[in-house]
C-alpha cells in the first residue's frame, strides 16, 4: 500500500500513468497526482490533489449527485489529462506536474456527446484527436481544438 493512498477520501475508478509517477481519478471527481520516489519503503508520494468540485462553472447535469470520472488520457507533453465524466461529458485538465504551485484549471470540451456511459478514451499523438468508446455501441473521433465531431 502508499503511504499517502486516498484510501478513505475517494473511490478510484481511473488510472492514467505518465513518465515520472500516475495520476488516479474517481468519485466525487477528484484527481490524485502521485510521484516516484527513491524510497523502497514510499515509493510513490502524494504530489497533488485536486478535484472538479473546485471548478465553479461545473454545473451537474439533470441535479445528478455525485461526480466520477469514468477515464482518463494524458497528452504526450503531459500537461493536460483529458477525462470523461459518468454524465457523460469530455473535460480537460491542464496542470503541471512538475511539482510546481501552478493552480488546475479544469475546462469543458464537449457536452453529452454519447448516449450512454463511456468506457475508453485515448488521445492521439500527432493529431488534436481524442477517440472513444461507449455502452451506446459506437467509437468516436473528435477534434478537440475544433470541439467537433471527425468520424
Known amino acids: 500500500m502508499i503511504p499517502d493512498s486516498p484510501v478513505n ?27 516516484k520516489t527513491n524510497d523502497l519503503d514510499m515509493p510513490f508520494k502524494l504530489l497533488k490533489a485536486t478535484s472538479l468540485k473546485n471548478f465553479q462553472k461545473y454545473k451537474e447535469p439533470n441535479n445528478k449527485t455525485g ?3 469514468t ?8 500537461d493536460t489529462v483529458y477525462f470523461t465524466l459518468d ?8 496542470i503541471a506536474l512538475d511539482g510546481t504551485d501552478e493552480v488546475e484549471k479544469f475546462d469543458h470540451l ?4 454519447h448516449s450512454s456511459s463511456v468506457t475508453g478514451l485515448d488521445i492521439c499523438i500527432r493529431k488534436q484527436l481524442i ?12 477534434n478537440y481544438a475544433t470541439k467537433s465531431l471527425e468520424i
Open 9 to 35: 477520501e475517494c473511490h478510484i475508478v481511473s488510472v492514467c500513468a505518465y513518465a515520472r509517477g500516475f495520476i488516479v481519478g474517481g468519485k466525487e471527481g477528484k484527481f490524485f497526482i502521485f510521484e
Open 71 to 78: 477515464s482518463m488520457a494524458i497528452t504526450s507533453s503531459e
Open 110 to 113: 464537449i457536452y453529452d456527446f
Open 87 to 94: 454524465s457523460n461529458q469530455l473535460m480537460k485538465l491542464s
Open 67 to 69: 461526480i466520477t470520472v
Open 131 to 142: 477517440v472513444t468508446c461507449s455502452k451506446d455501441q459506437s467509437v468516436r473521433i473528435w
